[in-house]
């Protein structure tokens, strides 16, 4: 009689090797994924945080104007520029890579111009406390623009280790810059040590990559990706442009200090809404690897990876509700006061987003434009009209509970969605059948001193 080590044929052991393989290799760079995003979020948090202490409540509402404009713009460029990478640059041989990446970051640094003129310009012109911090928004665009661009480029080439060690310099300039504006105490100071640390990392990103942007290359690469970039641009501008919307709206009907306090209650949620904001670093990227691999376990991976960001963010959420006051006002100062009201519908909105998320990667990863487009659009409605509508009828706490209630139906739309994109691929069940070999990840760009 054979045993179960006998009947395994030399085919079977290579698949079972090929399998494992893949699998630390997804591992892997998940692990990168989430350790950037912690070094992105702990250097957003602390901004946050010192900022809010510094300045008090008004001036921390001033400042997240702006850095909810600053959201918008980033978004248009990922739309254009880097979402367009990942989706079709994933894991291909690394001469494709390097063009694709030059052309990319040149389209990011051509959006930054494109934008930070007029808001240069629009910011001195504007005058008061809000135009200088859009001045100098509008100044150090091109480096928070061209670091952002980096991160993606790395996690496309599966070098997740990369866009770590690039977070990390711009957390460690962002000290030395933080303690300089805290002397200046203005808005505009604390604009450009955020923005003057990230041009430090994306200048730094040049000699990891051993690449140089190439803005001249732009509309080429616009003209190749159009089938792709301009519906991003649309989707992304509506993720940010519904919560500068809803900021500006806030501000108009409650007062700036209300966009202050709704900021603090974020920052409380901040390691979750900043994996939620750059989560296409990691996601689209392995989802489309999954994709290649076994299609009809996209679905699965995709919900395990929004119910995973679900969990996580209810269980932080509940955490915070038994936070001392004291500790509270020692992290956000005055905000705190505000900001802890609005803990269990920021909790439950950050959960519903990390739903749809999971959904919204698996529809990037199967470039369905038109799909994500819709529901993008959708969900940035449901925001709006929600936080809005909430901000008329009970103020900022009846705006953060409708912008709960509009993410989890913006997360039901993307699930939609996604079955019917899947659907739509495999019209009949997909038997279980062997993985076919992963493809060989590409080498990781060699550091070099000469971008």
Known sequence: MTTGEEKRTPSAERAGSVRRTGTRGMVGRLSWGLADQAASSLSNFVVGVYVARELGLTAFGVFSLAWVTYGVVLNVSRGLATDPLVVRFSGVPETAWREAVARSSGTALGVAAAIGVPCLVLGLLI????????????????????????????????????????????????????????????????????????????????????????PARARAWLREQRDLGYRYLVENVGVSGASQLRAYGLGAIVGVGAVGVVRGAELLMGPFLAVLMGLSLVTVA??????????????????????????????????????????????????????????????LSVAGAGIGTGAAAGLRALAAARRSLRCQLFASACYVGGGLGGAVAGGTVGSAWGAAAASLCGSAAWWLHLRAALRERHPDPVPEVPEVPEVPEVPEVPETRNP
């Open 127 to 214: 005058g008061g406390r809000v135009g200088p911090a859009f001045a100098c928004l509008g100044v150090v665009l091109p480096g928070l623009l061209l670091q952002d661009a980096w991160r993606y480029a790395f996690f496309a080439a599966g070098a997740g280790r990369k866009a770590f060690v690039n977070d990390v310099v711009w957390g460690v300039a962002l000290v030395p810059a933080m303690v300089v504006a805290a002397q200046v105490g203005s808005v505009s100071a604390f604009v450009l040590a955020w923005g003057g640390s990230a041009a430090a990392a994306a200048v730094y990103g040049c000699f990891q990559s051993g690449i140089r942007p190439r």
């Open 286 to 347: 392995e989802s489309a690897r999954v994709l290649r691999r076994a299609p009809h376990r996209l679905g699965r991976f995709c919900l395990l990876l929004g119910g995973g960001q679900a969990v996580a963010a209810l269980l932080w959420g509940g955490t915070l509700l038994l936070l001392p006051d004291r500790l509270g006002e020692l992290v956000i100062g005055d905000v705190w006061s505000g900001a802890s009201e609005l803990i269990v519908p920021v909790t």
